[in-house]
């Protein structure tokens, strides 16, 4: 990954598939809270059928459509969207999502190096009639939040950070394909990097289940098993950092044998309360599993 001067302030990246309704509304709320100047919107097409530039109608100097050449998946398009920026600082929005009027210009403003915000949900595929406006304030840093999911965020969240920053850690990981944001969150909670965590929410997040013209979010399309495989990739991966965080490895360790728990493997979950790593928790967690073990048998049995 290479460096370069910035020319210009912001750069909002925007990977999208096969969702051409959700993402017209996506880039027009991007459009509308950039400044006209100093800032652009790149959507990066990630092989979508039809391609996006055949389907979208916007047209606007600030808005660039690039085809991921990267490897497919958000984290593919999003590393291969920083690559191709032109801002100083990129900040990431989702292709079923709304950017608020007013979050990017306090993004622009910020002294830290990377950051996120709260979100607001809401559901259906229009566009709600009254969107609410970031209404600014002071950031909190990152470093003196806890517990850990309170410090991480979802890609989603208003995250953005410092290009530099982002080569600087080594990008998103391509090999993880969900929950990839936790990994890149740890990347920069084990770095020398200032976090700043935005005082309101600042993107709408649209709940759907893949109805109409789109296709689901990919945590509804990765079994509980890969989930779960992810989850150990990542305990594995930062595992003297989450050593040193007792509230990052209990919440790893949760989520993870909560996806067994779904998947129904026991023998792994059995491994996981056995490990090292879990033996200060290990009595709590076994209440864990065992509690979503049976909500997970209960809900199968009804299904």
């Known amino acids: ?16 598939k096969d969702r051409p309704k959700l993402l017209d509304a996506a880039v027009r709320s991007a459009l ?69 009027s007013g979050y990017p210009e306090w993004v622009c403003e910020q002294d830290g190096d990377y950051g996120h915000s709260s979100i607001l949900k809401f559901k259906g595929f229009n ?36 290009r530099s920053v982002f080569l600087d850690v080594g990008g998103i990981a391509e090999d993880i394909r969900v929950n990839e944001d936790t990994d890149f969150s740890i990347k920069l909670l084990k770095s020398p990097f200032k976090g700043i965590k935005a005082p309101h929410a600042g993107v709408m997040v649209r709940q759907h289940g893949g109805r ?5 979010h990919l945590t509804q ?5 890969e989930r779960a495989d992810y989850f150990n990739t990542i305990l594995t991966r930062h595992a003297d ?29 059995y491994q996981i309360l056995a490990s090292h790593l879990a033996k200060p928790y290990r009595t709590a967690l076994t209440i864990y599993y065992a509690a979503e073990y049976l909500v997970a048998r209960f809900k199968s049995l009804k299904s």
């Open 32 to 100: 509308e809270t950039i400044p006209k100047r100093n800032a652009e919107v790149i959507i990066v097409d990630d092989r979508s059928h039809p391609p996006v530039l055949e389907t979208l109608q916007i047209s606007d100097k600030r808005l660039r459509v690039i085809v991921n050449e990267a490897p497919a998946g958000a984290s593919g398009a999003r590393n291969f969207g920083v690559l191709h920026a032109l801002g100083q600082r990129v900040l990431f929005l989702d292709d079923d999502d709304l950017m608020l």
């Open 221 to 225: 399309m990765a079994s509980a098993a």
């Open 127 to 162: 566009s709600p009639n009254d969107m609410p406006r970031f209404s600014g304030g002071i950031g909190q840093d990152l470093e003196g939040i806890r517990p850990f999911p309170r410090q991480a965020a979802g890609l989603g969240c208003g995250f953005w950070v410092d």
């Open 1 to 16: 990954m290479s460096s370069r001067k910035a020319p210009i302030a912001l750069s909002i990246i925007i990977p999208t």
């Open 241 to 269: 950092w989450i050593a040193t965080r007792p509230d990052a490895t209990t919440f790893l360790l949760q989520r993870q044998l909560k996806m067994l728990a779904k998947a129904g493997n026991s023998n792994a979950a």
């Open 212 to 216: 109409g013209d789109t296709i689901p």
